[in-house]
DNA sequence: CGCTTTCATTGACACGTTTCAAACGAGCTG
DNA sequence: CAGCTCGTTTGAAACGTGTCAATGAAAGCG
């Protein structure tokens, strides 16, 4: 970015470089993408063309020759979620080493806008795209594919195999190393604050859990009650202490897990206005170790994902694919972690 | 999206779709751009050949013929920070409902990236973009505007005036209103726990502050302590714990205002750690009312500011400086509210 | 009926870039 | 010196769209 004015705004494209560095337009094209083809003296002088003329390129006209776009899509659920964004960051690093920009689409978890944002990367032909589907329906991603934007899934494994590639965590290691927490803890009843089932990862972090129960020989349907909320955010979790607490002191579980860190900070949060104490009344888990997970009081006791890595192994997935078409498809899986803080205590006996 | 499978992967464009209906592709590019022009009956042939053929358009072609793009940046200090995440929203919600896409790009607070992204948005004749300079060096951004790159200023009042228009929230008012919350309960001494200074909200809520013990009698040199930190996230905010405290119960604050609530939420740890409680040893403030502010346990006091409209009256502006390019520019400017929780109390001399 | 006005449609061109076969020149070899 | 090769550069031809002056058809008017 040249600090002169420009005194004439005209519109100066590779042709006008060419002419000022006295070559033709293929030679500056070539300086700009495959420098290495054109002699050191010719380069040097376009190059300064370039700076001289303040030439900024024109992105539509290499994505309409080239049939691509250089930049790829990553949409994602709820831009919202503190997940995402931790995602994005490592998305964003592993794309910019390759020179790609990010588009951050929000799908605000309905489906009519992940709608949009998909005929919105297939017109802009973007080049990939980082995708959390916002449900079992991929019949528009699959479309999509046929257009030609390859894509990787983020943290849904059963998208991958014959489809293409995905990356996300073992949601039903999840699930049970969280049981297997509160077990050890001592409780038997415990609560799971869903989301909808419709999505994956809730329905394998509920298997995970009560498969916990199953090996420690307790019979899930019996230890672990369902509780599904519509959404997955802090509103949810906070309305949601009512159904948690009914039935009265002797029904109430001795612990909760929930679908995600967001619904556990809501349910904190709406039981201290009920006057119950964590983990002292009840203890609660989330899910995802949110940054924010560490600065409540007590510390919520979680499941960690790798979110950055996530983003990381997913760009370098669609990177791989980018590269080489008819690759093999791969299903990457990370493994979760427990992280215990304060909000989980052993179970005491009313 | 047609959900035939196409069993041929022909490119097809807007020639082909005019061939299919036996019209011109220039009555094509009517129906779609400007349907009023074109007579029902062609029209309804027309949109019956782009279904039949599952056209989609390629915005490439567009942007290029038309000069300019129909996307729109929103050029974010940090994704991480829930207070832009409602901001997005809000200017997403604008945007989509005149057509334009937005892309989310992150200036992960560094002058670097910021500049990478306006960059991009220059290559990429983007329509315009709502911006959050990272701080005072504006060159790039006026560059990009020479570039012919329409942009409005985010909570930059400063930055409006002549060169745009801008949107903001009265960061020296929002001062103003914490100042009088804590000497209202009784605080004479108190520590103003900063971000950088470059940065013109840090330094007019600052001021504000200031203003208020002023306007109290008091003497603002004496009254407010300064505390600065290279970042406003939760980590500075813990980190600062043992400079807050510095000087012994006898030198300690009664109050600490932090510059945003990230730091205030990682003060609040800190002081966990160290034993003290809140507010009962000393009263935290924070500012922005992020969601979680709501969640933390005592609920953190704040000043609120209205974010989701800021984004949306950002791209407001935006759409009008668009529709019309030689418009006065406007300064809006938003007040903010104080939100009082518990994690401020009154006063109690040592 | 001849004239103008209005409305719909046409068709060619331009936008800025990449690509690729062809041309060029210099250096080598026999 | 003719013949080759290799490294560099050229020039023209797309890519898919929007624009606009021109054309055609239909309608309104005196």
Redesign the pocket.
């Known amino acids: 970015m040249s600090s002169s004015a420009s005194p004439a705004p005209h519109?100066?494209?590779?042709?006008?470089?060419?002419r000022h560095a006295?070559?033709?337009?293929?030679?500056?094209?070539?300086v700009?993408?495959?420098p290495?083809?054109?002699?050191?003296?010719?380069?040097l002088r376009v190059e300064r063309a370039i700076a001289e003329l303040d030439?900024?390129?024109?992105?539509?006209?290499?994505s309409?020759?080239?049939?691509r776009s250089s930049s790829v899509g990553l949409l994602v659920l709820d831009v919202t979620n503190p997940f995402f964004t931790e995602v994005a960051r490592g998305v964003e690093d592993e794309a910019a080493a390759r020179g790609l920009a990010v588009v951050l689409l929000n799908s605000a978890e309905t489906h009519e806008r992940q709608r949009r944002n998909i005929r919105l990367l297939a017109e802009q032909r973007a080049a990939g795209a980082v995708v959390m589907p916002v449900d079992d329906d991929l019949s528009d991603l699959l479309w999509l594919r046929r257009q030609g934007t390859a894509w990787v899934a983020l943290d849904r494994g059963d998208v991958g195999g014959e489809t293409g590639c995905s990356v996300s965590v073992d949601n039903l290691v999840g699930g049970l190393i969280a049981g297997r927490h509160l077990i050890g803890l001592g409780h038997e009843r415990v609560t799971f604050l869903s989301g909808p089932f419709s999505i994956e990862q809730v329905r394998l972090r509920h298997e995970g859990l009560r498969r916990s129960f199953a090996e420690a020989g307790l019979d899930p349907d019996a230890a672990v009650r369902v509780l599904e909320r519509p959404q997955l955010n802090p509103e949810q979790g906070e309305r949601a202490v009512d159904e948690v607490l009914a039935g009265g002191p002797r029904q109430r579980p001795g612990a909760v897990l929930c679908a995600n860190d967001q619904l556990a900070l809501g349910l904190v949060k709406g039981l201290g206005r009920r006057g119950l104490r964590v983990p002292d009344d009840i203890s609660v888990m989330g899910y995802d170790n949110v940054d924010f997970a560490d600065l409540i009081h007590p510390g919520l006791t979680t499941v960690a994902q790798p979110k950055y890595e996530l983003g990381r192994a997913a760009m370098r997935l669609l990177n791989a694919e980018l590269d080489d078409p008819g690759h093999a498809h791969e299903r990457l899986l990370f493994s979760p972690e427990l992280v215990v803080r304060g909000s989980t205590a052993a179970h005491r006996p009313a």
Chains 1, 2 share one sequence.
Do not use: Q
């Not at 309409?64 to 049939?67: A, D, E, H, K, N």
């Open positions: 519109k100066v494209g590779i042709t006008e470089v060419a006295g070559v033709s337009p293929g030679t500056v094209s070539n700009l993408n495959r290495e083809r054109v002699a050191a003296a010719t380069r030439y900024v390129r024109n992105s539509s006209g290499s309409l020759r080239s049939g």
